[in-house]
């Protein structure tokens, strides 16, 4: 099966979940049966499989083998098949450090003015922090 198919990946996750005793845990009838609804509304261009497996199952229980897990998502283009990431990029972390550090900051100087924490020893600036990150690049 190819992997930018936009079908198969229900038949596929049937015939794993599905052996000649029956089904092979609980609600997995239920499970497959949304899908079949959801695959019977829509043609293949306008859902795939994986689409409506996400849909069915939420996006981090889906596993397709040879898809790999990922936290991007797919979308079918006439052009072909293009990657959107959902992962920050690593100046993206570093704004998201840096700001964390900075509240966690004005909560401790609110914490120290009313007496409910006493004042640290000393900590490390964003500044030392900018400066151990330049040096992990």
């Known amino acids: 099966m190819e992997l930018n198919s936009s079908t198969g990946q229900i038949k596929k996750w049937r015939l794993k979940h599905f052996d000649k005793n ?11 049966d949304k899908r079949m609804d959801i695959r019977n509304t ?12 996400e849909a069915v ?13 990922s936290s ?26 840096n700001e964390a550090n900075s509240r966690l900051d004005q909560v401790v100087n609110v914490l120290c003015q009313n007496s409910l924490m006493a004042q640290p020893k ?12 330049d040096d992990l690049e």
């Open 22 to 32: 029956g089904w092979t845990g609980p609600d997995l009838q239920n499970l497959y």
């Open 42 to 53: 829509y043609s293949p261009e306008e859902m795939s499989d994986k689409e409506i497996m």
């Open 57 to 69: 199952l939420g996006r981090h229980s889906v596993y397709l083998q040879g898809w790999g897990r």
């Open 72 to 97: 991007g998502t797919t979308n079918n283009k006439t052009d072909g098949t293009t990657t959107k990431s959902n992962q920050l990029s690593y100046q993206e972390l570093v704004q998201r450090v």
């Open 122 to 133: 000393s900590s490390p600036t964003n500044k030392d922090l900018d400066a151990n990150l």
